[in-house]
């Protein structure tokens, strides 16, 4: 007998900064409402951790580190919006570090864990299916998440879910997901009617292949490298100074099987 399913989503958003605030909200409704929607479907509990607002900061993501004890069979979800830059010391760490500080005067050097540590830590707790999803920049130091121009249209018709398809990809896959919205050197954009470029296109990936009226089971595989081409896209149609590019690559990692 296999243990019953647990989904335990922690989502870290920096929803009070004065500058992308607004974008991290929307990042917050669209994807919250996505994993409630996965949990109810698949009628799993849901244990939810909400790090935002005034509860937003590096010991209050720790904390929900150290207490996620998910068990052989759970499925976890952690994902991050907000301020994020690159480890520049390392060159070899292609993830962003996650700014994590509660005022601009914090020292950002401490207040601060990178997505890769994050995602090992997780996968240390040995979870059936562990996601790690972040929506960040990935720029050097200093540098502010711009306001993207152009609209990606989040996309959703519950209605039209195949039951079979949703279980397949969060009851039936076992392994590890690591993705983020840029690659080293890239911002990531965002829009206060949409939130996160790459955010919102990995919402209306997973739509597309959770639709009824999609041919074949689908897998984690086909929907972040859809989301991935389609931030590319819209990156790309973003208007840009002469001397700076707007791409954005997403960045992702995954190893699981069925």
């Known amino acids: 007998t296999t243990l019953p399913t647990k989904l335990h989503f922690i989502m870290v958003a920096n929803t009070n900064d004065p500058r ?29 951790v909400e790090i935002s607002g005034t509860k937003f900061g590096k010991a209050n993501v720790e904390a929900a580190l150290a207490n996620l004890k998910p068990a052989a069979n759970d499925i976890v979800i952690f994902y991050y919006s907000g301020h994020g830059y690159s480890n520049d010391r390392n060159a070899d760490e292609a993830y962003p570090q996650f700014d994590l500080r509660q005022s601009r005067f914090d020292d950002i050097l ?38 993207g121009k152009t609209f990606a249209l989040t996309t959703k018709s519950l209605m039209t879910w195949e039951k079979s398809y949703c279980y397949d990809l969060f009851m039936k896959s076992r392994g590890s997901v690591i993705a983020t919205a840029a690659k080293k050197g890239q911002y990531a954009y965002g829009n206060t009617d949409v939130g996160g470029y790459f955010t919102s296109n990995l ?32 990156s790309l149609t973003n208007l840009c100074t002469a001397n700076t590019t707007c791409r954005q690559d997403p960045v992702y990692a995954i190893s699981v099987s069925k």
């Open 20 to 48: 992308i605030g607004y974008s991290v909200q929307k990042d917050v409704v669209n994807i919250t409402s996505q994993i409630k929607d996965v949990a109810t479907f698949l009628n799993i509990p849901l244990n939810f």
């Open 110 to 147: 401490v207040a601060t864990l990178n997505a890769s540590e994050v995602y090992n830590t997780i996968k240390a707790k040995n979870a059936r299916l562990n996601l790690v999803i972040t929506d960040c920049c990935n720029s050097s130091l200093g540098l502010l998440k711009p306001e």
């Open 203 to 234: 919402i209306t990936a997973m739509e597309k292949y959770l639709s009824k009226f999609q041919t074949s089971t689908p897998t984690w595989q086909q929907i972040i490298a859809e989301a991935q081409t389609s931030t590319v896209s819209l």
